[in-house]
Structure formats: structure tokens, C-alpha cells
């Protein structure tokens, strides 16, 4: 069954979902929720759960590790760390954590079943090597962050379509010296890539390499290192 308690001006929520075994949706968008209770994690049958524009800082460990949780929609917030527990929810297949104030990447450790992950807007200034185990990663949108390196391991993520780096500080994409193999060219799924208003000042060669790329925006970086390129990305 599901439950809406969106847009009510709810602080708090009891701590009373214990009994609450069967429940498989939980809406809590636009409330003036701070945290969410413990009991919340019995719920073990929950597959839906939103707490979008809230005043969230954390998570309590319990809930961060629903094990059927396949949808956390978590933007608008004030999330600045996640427990390292979420990392072993291995059914979530979206996490949205839009808006808030992440500084460090999310933790990684077990999601294997992740497909959408949006972190736009926040702090975060590197994407770790630990992205490569994010193995059905299809979309990722990491744009108007502080980003100012891109792990390599970037290349592992074979079934990523759409990659949105876009708005932050990128001087380069991999591959960086002493790495002189293929990244993108390794990426054989990515259809859109946006890396607009960055610092670049060239790309990549073997990012000609994809051959499923549809969709480059590159505008408003220096291009310095290449007039060719800014006349083509202009």
C-alpha cells in the first residue's frame, strides 16, 4: 500500500512504521522535515520513497539500507554526508540527491543495481575511481558542482548513456599522463555528453572514438589549447 503525507508542514514524523510491514510507497515531499524516524527501516518491503524539498541534513543508518528500495528521491535538501550503509542498498536503481550540499561523492560500496543518479547542484569536487562499480549506471548528471577531476576509471562504465558534467571547473578529461589509454573510446554505450562552461581547453582524441555519441555540448569553455576545436564548439 502507499502512503502521501506530502505538502502538510509536517517537523517530525512518529517513530511508529513498525508495524507498517507491508507498505510500499512513502511520500513526504514539502514538509519541514529535519529527519526521518528509525522504525522507518522496517519497512523492509518499501520500494518508493520521496522526502524531496525538505530541511534533511543526514540520514538515520537504518534507513539509509532498505533492501528493496528502488527509488529514494532525496533533492532539495540539506544532505551534506550520507551513512556509509547506503551504500549496500542493492535493489535502488535511482537515487536523486539534486540541490543539496554533498561534498564528498555518494558512497558507492553495493550499488550495483543503479541506473540514474543526479547530483546537480551541490559541492562535490571529484568523481572517485569507485565510480566504476556503479556497472548498469546509465545516466549521470553531476552538472553546477565544484568538480575538478574525473576518476579514469570512468571508462568502466560501459552501459552509461548520458553523462553531464556541465558548470563546474574541468581543466581536462581523461585520459590525464601518465594514462595514455582510452576513456571515452571505452564508453561504448554514451549517447550525450555535456561538458558546457567548464574550463576546457581541448578534448580528449579518443572521444571521436564513440561511435553511439549523439549529442556534444561543449560551449562557453577557453579552448585555448585548440582554435580549431573553438571554432567548431562555438
Not at 574550463?199 to 585555448?224: I, M, V
Amino acid at each position: 500500500w502507499d502512503l502521501r503525507l506530502d505538502y502538510n508542514n509536517l517537523e517530525q514524523l512518529p517513530d511508529s512504521f513498525d508495524g507498517m510491514t507491508e507498505l510500499k510507497s512513502l511520500y513526504l515531499d514539502a514538509n519541514n522535515l529535519r529527519t526521518l524516524p528509525q522504525s522507518l527501516g522496517k519497512c523492509l518491503e518499501l520500494r518508493e520513497l520521496s522526502v524531496t524539498k525538505n530541511a534533511c541534513a543526514g540520514l538515520v543508518p537504518a534507513v539509509a539500507k532498505l533492501p528493496n528500495l528502488s527509488s529514494f528521491w532525496l533533492s532539495d535538501n540539506c544532505m551534506r554526508n550520507l551513512p556509509k550503509t547506503l551504500g549496500s542498498m542493492v535493489s535502488l536503481t535511482m537515487l536523486d540527491l539534486e540541490r543539496n550540499e554533498m561534498e564528498k561523492f555518494v558512497p558507492l560500496d553495493m550499488l550495483k543495481s543503479l541506473e540514474i543518479l543526479k547530483l546537480k547542484r551541490n559541492f562535490i569536487k571529484f568523481i572517485p575511481p569507485e565510480i566504476e562499480k556503479l556497472h548498469n549506471l546509465t545516466y549521470l548528471d553531476i552538472s553546477e558542482n565544484q568538480l575538478v577531476a574525473i576518476a579514469a576509471e570512468l571508462r568502466f562504465l560501459t552501459s552509461l548513456k548520458s553523462l553531464d558534467v556541465s558548470n563546474n571547473q574541468l581543466v581536462s578529461l581523461p585520459p590525464f599522463p601518465p594514462q595514455q589509454g582510452p576513456i571515452f573510446g571505452k564508453m561504448v554505450s554514451l549517447e550525450k555528453l555535456n561538458v558546457r562552461k567548464n574550463l576546457l581547453c581541448d578534448l580528449p582524441l579518443d572521444l571521436w572514438e564513440t561511435t553511439t555519441l549523439q549529442e556534444l555540448n561543449a560551449h562557453e569553455n577557453p579552448w585555448t589549447g585548440n582554435p580549431k576545436l573553438k571554432r567548431v564548439v562555438a
